[in-house]
């Protein structure tokens, strides 16, 4: 099931000025004719890291995601793919570092408990502006965070 929400803050939740968005978008920059590479990070990739992201994901291993053995038999990881292992709540990036923080059915796995900590850390490392998407398949486990 897929449910699709507009924006809505979550400063009961976690104590900070955070807005995130449930659904996909696209934002066009008609702006200059520079383009700055935008660093963006997917957390909790699992077996379907995304090309030109920083993925990151505490379960798996670089190694095992291109090994394409057993449970990671669907893995897409290439050898050049960025990936990183690591906690979401313990992200090994500097303040303000990605303009963009992507987190696809991941956010219902965490421990209700653990949910500020994650947005905190994904906000502290989202630049200033930048978006911070979340989206999940499975609202029911949501909600009950």
């Not at 379960?59 to 893995?75: C, D, H, I, V, Y």
Request: proline fraction near 5%; glycine fraction near 4%; charged fraction near 25%.
């Amino acid at each position: 099931m897929t449910i699709s929400l507009p924006l809505m803050d979550l400063t009961i939740l976690c104590f900070l000025p955070i807005r995130l968005q449930f659904v996909q978008s696209v934002k066009l920059n008609a702006g200059s004719m520079k383009t700055k590479k935008k660093i963006k990070i997917n957390i909790g990739c699992g077996v379907v890291p995304v090309r030109g992201w920083v993925n990151v994901d505490k379960e798996f291993t670089k190694k095992q995601l291109l090994s394409r053995k057993g449970p990671f038999a669907n893995s897409t990881m290439e050898e050049d793919m960025e990936y990183v292992q690591a906690d979401a709540a313990n992200l090994p990036f500097k303040d303000n570092y990605a303009d963009l923080i992507e987190s696809s059915d991941m956010i219902e796995h965490i421990p209700f408990k653990q949910v500020p900590f994650v947005l905190k850390e994904m906000y502290r490392v989202l630049k200033k502006g930048g978006e911070l998407k979340i989206q999940t398949t499975n609202f029911d486990e949501l909600a009950k965070l």
